[in-house]
């Protein structure tokens, strides 16, 4: 009876789990008895849908108007001096990060590729013969987006600057005109208008398949799906009208009917206009890699040790290993270099179970012998005649 109960007992250990450790799946099933049906079965199915629709409208108006001219110095008696001050003038519009969109998806979705989209170990080892064992996983994501932008950009700029326009006339002295100067800046900068980033990652970490150690005639089977569907669509529209009227004036300036000498001196005038448009309708869909399950290379086979070099002899062996005795030990060397290719070419499969109840067996049977020695009775005694 004690007998029964502890093989009862070992028989009775057996996992069938899926586990979570951390960020890595474990599907594992192992350790279970003889003719055991065993299955695990995993479906995801993930959806995403993505709307983004943006509408901008910008109107910008900018009328600058500077004037240090348009001065009069008529019929005087004496020296006539006219002088105009300097105009400086800038106009800056800035339309930037207009209508941006970001839609960042780093888990499984994207690319195709194949394997759960994880990582994380799927293992069926050691159970028993003639068991069957089925892991079976299924991953399905779909990510669907779409992105739509539409924007009207209406810039409209105008600058009148004027130091000239000055009149000295029917004057009796001298007559000086002397007209300021002008510098006058425009920018107009569209920038990053109706961007679009989209980076779509996959499966980026390593799954491990592991089926090993199983018993003679077990069937096992591991079969792993992940589909990865993407719809991606992008609309961009962009109207954008820059309308620039620059007036600047220095001179028109008269001096006539003078009867003394006449000095008119125009200023310089510096125009800058500046307009860019940059990066307008920019999508940037980008794909991460999908690295593969990759399992880990199995043992190298190591090679056989050289045999021993011949020995000097002893004293009647000859060509031995020089053991007083004589006997040679290269049966057991050969033995041993047998043992060391086979050990390295096959693998053990279901033996640490059996070996345990091979163990478990023969402590009983030692025990119950030494049991019976101990404790039976005496043998009778011998008449010899």
């Not at 789990?17 to 350790?31: M, N, Q, R, Y």
């Not at 000239?164 to 425009?186: E, Y």
């Not at 499966?203 to 993407?230: D, H, Q, R």
């Given at each position: ?114 394997g759960p989209c994880e990582s994380g170990e799927v293992i069926i080892t050691g159970n028993g013969s003639d068991s069957n064992n089925n892991i079976d996983i299924g991953n399905r994501t ?244």
């Open positions: 009876m004690k007998k029964i109960s502890i093989l009862f007992l070992s028989l009775v250990l057996f996992i069938v789990s899926p586990k979570v450790a951390g960020a890595e799946t474990v599907l594992s099933i192992e350790g279970n008895g003889d003719s055991s049906q065993n299955a695990v079965n995993v479906s995801v199915q993930n959806a995403t849908t993505v709307n983004q629709s943006n509408n901008a409208d910008i109107n910008n108006q900018v009328n600058s108007d500077a004037n240090t001219g348009d001065n009069t110095a008529n019929s005087n008696s004496g020296d006539t001096n006219i002088s105009t001050g300097n105009i400086t003038t800038t106009t800056d519009i800035q339309n930037q990060n207009i209508n941006t969109n970001n839609f960042s998806n780093k888990d499984c979705g994207g690319c195709e590729c194949s779909s990510v669907n987006i779409s992105q739509s932008n539409n924007v009207n950009i209406v810039n409209n700029v105008e600058v009148h600057a004027n130091t000239g326009n000055n009149t000295a006339d029917n004057n009796n002295g001298d007559v000086t005109i002397i007209t300021g100067n002008i510098t006058d800046k425009i920018n107009i900068n569209n920038k990053n208008i109706n961007q679009n980033s989209d980076p779509q990652g996959t499966n980026n970490g390593l799954f491990l398949y592991k089926i090993s150690g199983n018993g003679e005639g077990s069937f096992n089977n591991i079969f792993a799906s992940c589909t990865n569907e993407l719809d991606y669509s992008v609309i961009n529209i962009a109207n954008i009208l820059n309308n620039v009227v620059d007036d600047t004036n220095t001179g028109n300036n008269s001096a006539d009917n003078n009867n003394g000498s006449v000095l008119i001196t125009t200023g310089n005038i510096d125009s800058t206009i500046n307009i860019s448009n940059e990066d307008i309708n920019n999508s940037d869909f980008s794909c991460f890699s999908c690295k593969k399950p990759v399992n880990p290379p199995p043992p190298p086979v190591t090679s056989p040790p050289p045999p021993p070099p011949p020995g000097g002899g002893g004293n009647g062996g000859g060509g031995g290993d020089g053991r007083s005795d004589g006997r040679s030990d290269g049966g057991s060397s050969g033995s041993n270099i047998a043992q060391a290719v086979l050990g390295a070419m096959l693998p053990a499969t279901g033996g640490g179970y059996w070996l345990f109840l091979m163990i478990l067996g023969a402590l009983i049977m030692f025990f119950t012998g030494l049991f019976l020695r101990l404790h039976s009775g005496n043998s009778p005694g011998v008449t010899v005649a």
